[in-house]
């Protein structure tokens, strides 16, 4: 017997995971003999295995599929009607383990659209009462996230005096306070995001650096900015003894008129004055008018190299050859600049576009050896919803008119994705075939065909010690 199982969780937080390993154990216990899952919220019904286990419900490919309860489910009533629907076309029971739910008895699908109702409404509820502490805060000037020396003490922004770290050489201990105070010093001094930034970790003999993975990490008991995060720091009110709500998102310095501020809330706390904030200012947009000659080169290798040591992204500098003068592209690690990943040694971009060649030439040759890619068909998830949108339309009465252009939406909303999501899987494979198949034919091409090209096919390039260790691909 088939039975699956499917679990959701809304984030990838280490709590949301160990919660997700709970259910899963407790799916495996409920006799499933697969479990499915997704990291996405509640709301989304476009969640990949979620759309996969309708399609074996659909398919009477399982006999039987479980889950823990709505809220795991959805919290959406129109996903909700799509999994009954498909629980009674197929004769397959969907049934749920907390909430005691049978979709296969009308009591049962009663209390699940009862219960998705009171799951929106909770979600709803949460998001009222974050929004009224919010207000809150706003209406007594009270501060919400302290930054880096800073601590918040009912409410109000205090310099953050606990001791944080001890330099080796001096045995001086220092708290956060005073080390954001040197922070602002040495930025006036070195006149630079980057020049501070590489004093600083070799100041302190504290790396910033990025684990594993896409996303820059440090350690929690680590201190580290990054060039972003110095900049927007530098620029933050409450340093000056202001408090500024509305700084989230694209709004960090371009936007400051959409700032709300309110001044002189915590001036015995300030770490920075007025006239500092002006030079830091003037520091700022200073470097940022700064522009390059008006020689654009196109570089087909633009947001593909990145780190084997520390996942970085690499950036490249431009250096003549000697006797000749052609400039060459050198990539290497960025934070290795600033002191954060030990590998100093780079590679020249033509280097990096070979071993890509011959990667790409390689997978073209596999491809080619294999029978002909069938054309790319409609997406289950589409193909489900336009069965939904079939059954309503031929429904009696008027009550499924707002269900009917919900589902139209969605379709629509699918298709332009659809459309916009290029280049396919299987137009990917079409593509390495035409341009590398002919181990000659990629030399034709121009750096702008190049950078198309190498953008659909090349996930990324990892380079180490000088040379390049891996090169992965999306076909």
């Known amino acids: 017997m088939r039975i699956v199982g499917y679990t959701r969780v809304s984030c990838g937080s280490p709590e949301q995971l160990h919660a997700l390993e709970q259910q899963k154990a407790r799916l495996w216990a409920a006799g499933c003999t697969e479990v499915y899952w997704d990291i996405q919220p509640r709301s989304a019904g476009d969640r990949d295995q979620f759309q996969y286990v309708l399609g074996l419900i659909e398919q009477k490919a399982c ?19 799509k999994a009954i629907q498909v629980c009674l076309d197929s004769g397959i029971p969907i049934v749920g383990l907390d909430d005691d739910i049978d979709f296969e008895t009308v009591g049962g699908r009663l209390q699940a659209r009862m219960l998705c109702s009171l799951s929106r409404a909770e979600v709803e509820r949460l998001s009222e009462r974050v929004q009224r502490g919010y207000e809150h805060l706003r209406a007594n000037n009270l501060g919400i996230h302290a930054p880096f020396g800073y601590c918040r003490m009912d409410g109000r922004m205090e310099l953050d005096q ?15 306070a005073q080390v954001a105070r040197q922070i602002v010093e040495r930025f006036l001094a070195q006149q630079g995001l980057q020049a501070t930034l590489r004093e600083l970790n070799s100041t302190y003999g504290l790396r910033t650096f990025t684990a594993r993975g896409r996303a820059p990490k440090k350690s929690r008991k680590q201190f580290g ?38 001044y002189d809330t915590h001036p015995d706390q300030a770490i920075m004055s007025e006239d500092e904030f002006t030079k830091v200012l003037e520091i700022l947009t200073s470097k940022k008018s700064w522009k390059p000659a008006n020689n654009p080169q196109i570089n087909p290798l633009s947001g593909l190299v990145y780190c084997d040591e520390c996942q970085a992204y690499c950036t490249w500098n431009r250096y003549p050859t000697i006797p000749d003068d052609v400039f060459h592209r050198y990539y290497q690690c960025q934070t290795y600049k600033r002191r954060g990943c030990p590998q100093k040694k ?19 040759n ?7 890619v069938e054309p790319q068909q409609e997406s289950l998830e589409l193909i489900n919803l336009k069965k939904e949108l ?12 707002a269900l009917i252009a919900d589902l139209e939406h969605q379709i629509q909303s699918h298709q332009e994705r659809h459309n916009l999501t290029v280049p396919l899987p299987v137009e990917r494979q079409k593509l390495l075939l035409k341009v590398f198949k002919d181990p000659d034919y990629w ?33």
């Open 346 to 364: 780079t590679v020249k971009g033509y280097a990096i576009e070979t071993a890509m060649i011959i990667v790409l030439i390689q997978r073209a």
């Open 443 to 475: 030399k034709t091409l121009n750096n702008v065909e190049k950078l198309d090209i190498y953008q659909a096919l090349v996930d990324r390039v990892m380079i180490r010690d000088g040379e390049v260790v891996k090169v992965d691909l999306t076909v």
């Open 162 to 176: 606990e001791p944080f770290l001890c330099l080796i050489d001096s045995q001086q201990e220092l708290s956060r």
């Open 390 to 401: 079939a059954y309503y339309r031929n429904a009696p009465g008027t009550r499924a008119k």
């Open 225 to 262: 900015f990054s060039l972003v995060g110095l900049e927007s720091w530098l620029t933050n009110p409450i340093l000056r003894g202001h408090i500024a709500y509305g700084r989230g998102g694209q709004q960090q310095l371009r936007h400051q008129d959409k700032w709300d501020i309110r």
């Open 63 to 81: 006999d039987r599929a479980v889950f823990i309860r709505i809220d795991r489910m959805t919290d959406d009533l129109v996903v909700l009607e």
């Open 366 to 372: 596999e491809l080619a050896n294999l029978v002909e």
